[in-house]
């Protein structure tokens, strides 16, 4: 790494402490807290610093990016970042399901600023989408290619079509009744998936016990760490 890309670093991590520690500040000590000097901060030296990469470093970028980058390494970047968001949620939403009830209030507090973050990151994201590819998209692929790309998202990123019963992530109490209050809802031919840290086994033999002939099960993954299981009307 040159010096130079250091010292970008370096600048970049000293503007990202700075606020950080302001938005701590603002969310924990109220009576030292101090607006006009956050403001201040943003206007001269965050925002400062974006025009001025936009003026002396852009210009370079852009020509790197068209003869040796890929456009779009960028948006990759995101994606990795909200995955990452998405995955601390799901700890945490763990966590949650198994803490006792005075630890609960931290945990959601918790969730709350994770999905504060992800909010502020993703709308950047979709306005990056909106802004600079959509357009693209729209004035230089032909209309039935522009179909051809929806379709296929939605046949092979369409998301949970399927309904999903995350167990891991539901109090004990609660479980048997989802679990079957799901299952009676079914149409015939229809399935919802359980996931579960162990093998669902005992829940298995309650559906043979109760269901006998009036179900289907199909592992999808048995472990170590996650059990997936479609449970189905036949
Ligand atoms: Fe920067
Ligand atoms: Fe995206």
Do not use: C
């Not at 790494?1 to 990202?16: G, N, P």
């Not at 030292?32 to 936009?54: C, I, M, R, W, Y």
């Not at 779009?72 to 763990?94: L, N, P, W």
């Amino acid at each position: 790494m040159s010096q130079v890309t250091q010292a970008f670093r370096d600048h970049h991590s000293e503007l990202a402490k700075q606020l950080s520690d302001y938005a701590a500040s603002f969310m924990q000590d109220k009576s030292t807290a101090d607006p006009q000097a956050f403001a201040a901060f943003l206007k001269n030296d965050l925002v400062s610093h974006a025009a001025g990469e936009e003026a002396e470093l852009y210009p370079i970028v852009d020509e790197l990016v068209r003869a040796h980058g890929k456009p779009t390494d960028t948006m990759r970047v995101d994606h990795k970042y909200i995955e990452s968001y998405v995955a601390q949620i799901e700890a945490t939403a763990r966590e949650f399901a198994g803490a006792a009830p005075d630890k609960q209030n931290a945990l959601r507090a918790k969730l709350g600023k994770l999905g504060l973050e992800l909010d502020a990151l993703f709308k950047v994201h979709l306005a990056k989408e909106e802004e600079v590819y959509l357009p693209l998209f729209e004035q230089y692929v032909s209309a039935e290619a522009q179909q051809r790309v929806l379709d296929a998202m939605h046949e092979n990123h369409g998301g949970a079509t399927m309904q999903q019963i995350d167990v891991r992530v539901i109090p004990p109490v609660q479980r048997h009744a989802l679990i079957f209050k799901t299952f009676e809802a079914l149409g015939s031919g229809e399935k919802f998936e359980l996931v579960n840290d162990h093998d669902p086994k005992p829940l298995y033999y309650q559906f043979s016990a109760e269901r006998a002939g009036e179900f289907t099960w199909d592992y999808q993954e048995q472990g170590p760490q996650v059990w997936r299981v479609y449970i189905g009307k036949p």
